[in-house]
């Protein structure tokens, strides 16, 4: 690991404005030491961490990539909101971003004029043109560009998906989101396909993943094998066991470990998300997957309802951790081991308490690096009764 560090604000111009990297005045491997020492202290109740698994090459990870656009006195803007504001920084590139992403984000920008295309001008609720958002498939190559207009119509649309595959051939597909509603989301809920089929498929540990415009997909491919080939190992199935994947997005986790399970239910309360996962499971010919599209709480009550057999249970929830109802119902449940991953170290700590005073204990803990140069830290770790 190589010892980079910034005297100032050297790696990226708009550090000051941007305040997406709270970590960018300090080299790699003070980060490192930095998110060890945070989630060592929060979990020093129950047990040790044993390893952070780190990033070589900790740049240009991110393969989800958006750009907020907008007008200031004639002038084009393509970036990222200003902290604490709804000014928009003009972004040329990203440290972090996947540099594709960002070359596509740019030729988008230049071509605007000559389309006559007005990028959105928040206050006065005006113009075409609000977001752009590329997702790049890490071992396909496949890339996907979403343009978010507040009308469903984008002008020349032909014209335009031509112009732009002929600058990016590697550009797959093409969808317009209409989002009309004045909001800081940013995505509607409308998809139209402009070019291709409306999604691109990406690989992890082997097994292909259709990703929708709308859907969660970790942003981190690199880590994102290392962070599931961990809780594999942590869930250590010899072919017999009964698995629930809790919080399961588009079914990434579950089917990457379906070959070593008797049987794997999956739950996750976003639909479009289990309707990718449903596709999911179907194109990797896994059979033992079970999806249900419900809240993980709610889920878990019934089945210890139920009084249902369960084995391993993989929980990972979003930052704001698991609900008193999941952990109550899976301390009725007994799951002989929990793999719990987690994007929010504190709520992780909170949820631990609970899981502990219950009958388990810390047995393994692996920090893994998924978003270098910001404050946030992924940790994986294993219960045991
Ligand atoms: N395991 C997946 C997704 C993790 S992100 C992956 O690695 O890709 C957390 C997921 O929890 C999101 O897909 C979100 O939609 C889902 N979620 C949020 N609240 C939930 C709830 N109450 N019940 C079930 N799923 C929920």
Redesign the pocket.
Known sequence: MKNQKPKSNALCPYAKKCGGCAYLNLSYEEQVQKKKKMVADLLKPFGKVDEMITMEKPQHYRHKVHAVFSRDKGQILAGTYEKKSHKVVDVESCYIDNEKADAIIRTIKDMLPSFKIKAYDEDKDYGLLRHVMVRVGHFTGEIMVVLVLTSPILPYKNDFVKVLRKKHPEITAVVLNVNDKRTSMVLGSRNITLYGKGYIVDKILGKSFRISPT????VNPVQ?EK??ARAIEYAGLTGKEVVL?????????GIAMSDQAKEVLS????RE?VKDAIANAKHNQVKNVRFVA??????MVQMAEEKKHLDVLVM???R?GA?EA?LNATLQLAPSRIVY?S?GPDTLARDLKVLTKGGYRLKKCTIVEMFPWTEHAEVVTLLER
């Open positions: 859907a969660f997909y970790q994102t962070l599931y994947d809790a919080y399961s997005g588009t079914g990434t986790i739950v996750e309360l976003n998300a419900a809240d993980a709480g709610d889920f990972d929830p979003p704001s609900s999941f991953v994007c």
